[in-house]
């Protein structure tokens, strides 16, 4: 009896557990209710891009396997004309970055309300260059960006920017990723835009989505102990030259993100997860929703209410202090975007790496982790700390197939 007892009582905790977690999956994943939104508004001719036909009419636009973290954020891998991608869809619409708690009550709106009909493209480039201008700062060259938007909007390449294809756009440039997306197009390390449809995108998938360990089962995660699964992750990575020139790619999108052309992007989860890279060992962004401007996250985070430093946070990783005179959260965020990648590289690095250069990685990494934005003279230290970290890989793996 007390066997059979025991038995019952596995099986009955198992089927919990696999009903939890099958319920979770099923919020998480509402990849059908996505695309109903998006074609119901594609086929009333509300928006337009290159992805609508495919998606809508055709069907050479698929969803494959479930990625989502969170039910308003949907992401899967796709299909799109025999072409592998990654497909995320906004479920909903959130009017400022989440920090966690709500900055100002949540407010009822229309998605693709704008521009309206009748709304000149001179008026839509207005309203660009304005939304630019709040997110990036005051900068020259904004208008070069509002015109880099208008031609990635010409999904179908006609010379125009139809009203559908303009409301698309304007729903997607709410969104940080798709942004620096565009400003980043050129760049090696960022995964390159396929296509639209509304606030649905497509990107270039990464055949690694992480740069450690193994993709298992969700029931069998369940059962490994989190040490063990870290003790899993170090065992399978890349060859120790293989993971210096994943992370030379990582230094230089800090370098991309750093005062780049249209101002200073923070990451703000720098989690192993977020980065992936492609079968020659190029780094790849995977998820690039945290990476957000400067100055939108100075401008919504100054003044904010705090008791502790830890309810001046945003994401995992941006970090500013709290001024206890005046219980408000600071604007400044303490730790530049190079101190958070080498904190993330130092184990990644550090496990087996040669022992002739060991010591002086080891010294490189710590002096990069101990950078703080307010330091004097930190542009010039920040450059000088890259520059020698890239010089002392570099020349480690030169000549080595894997370079």
């Known amino acids: 009896m007390k066997y059979l007892f025991f038995s019952w ?45 495919s998606l809508c009419v055709t069907e050479t636009l698929y969803f494959g396997k479930c990625l989502s973290t969170k039910p308003s954020n949907q992401m899967y891998l796709g299909i799109w004309d025999n072409l592998p991608g990654v497909v995320k869809c906004q479920m909903e619409q959130a009017l400022h970055l989440d920090f966690g708690t709500e900055l100002e009550p949540r407010k009822e709106i229309v998605l693709f309300d704008k521009p309206t009909r ?172 945290k990476i957000v401007p400067e100055t939108n996250l100075k401008e919504l985070i100054k003044d904010r209410h705090c008791e502790s430093d830890l309810d001046c946070v945003y994401g995992t990783d941006c970090r500013t202090s709290c001024d206890q005179s005046t219980m408000k959260c600071t604007s400044e965020v303490i730790q530049p975007n190079l101190a958070k990648a080498c904190q993330l590289l130092k184990d990644y690095l550090l496990r087996g790496a040669p022992s002739e250069i060991r010591e002086e990685l080891e010294k490189q990494l710590y002096s990069c982790i101990a950078l703080k934005v307010t330091a004097n003279q930190m542009e010039m230290e920040h450059s000088l700390i890259l520059n020698n970290l890239k010089t002392l890989l570099w020349k480690k793996i030169s000549y080595t197939n894997d370079s």
Not at 9 to 28: D, H, K, N, R
Not at 31 to 51: E, L, N, S
Not at 160 to 187: C, H, P, R, T, Y
């Open 9 to 53: 009582l596995a099986v009955f905790v198992g089927s919990w557990i696999i009903y939890v977690q099958y319920s979770t999956y099923t919020e998480l994943c509402r990849g059908k209710d996505c695309k109903k939104i998006i074609c119901d508004k594609y086929k009333t001719g509300v928006i337009d891009g290159p992805a609508c036909n």
């Open 118 to 289: 009748g709304t000149t493209v001179q008026k839509f480039k207005e309203m660009v260059y304005s939304l630019f201008k709040a997110k990036l700062g005051d900068q020259g060259n904004l208008s070069e960006l509002v015109n880099l938007i208008l031609t990635v909007a010409d999904g179908d390449k006609d010379g125009q920017v139809s009203l559908g294809e303009a409301k698309s756009a304007w729903a997607l440039l709410q969104l940080n990723e798709f942004l620096l997306m565009v400003i980043l197009q050129d760049k090696e390390h960022t995964p390159k835009l396929m296509g639209f449809c509304g606030d649905l995108y497509v990107m270039e998938s990464v055949e690694y989505t992480s740069l450690y360990g193994i993709s298992l089962p969700w029931v069998i995660e369940l059962f490994i102990p989190s040490g063990f699964r870290r003790s899993m992750d170090q065992l399978f990575t890349p060859s120790w030259p293989r993971k210096a020139k994943i992370a030379i790619g990582l230094l230089e999108f800090v370098e991309d993100v750093f005062h780049g052309p249209y101002g200073n992007f923070l990451m703000c989860d720098t989690s192993a997860k977020n980065l992936g890279y492609n079968d020659k060992y190029d780094l790849k962004m995977v998820d690039m929703r």
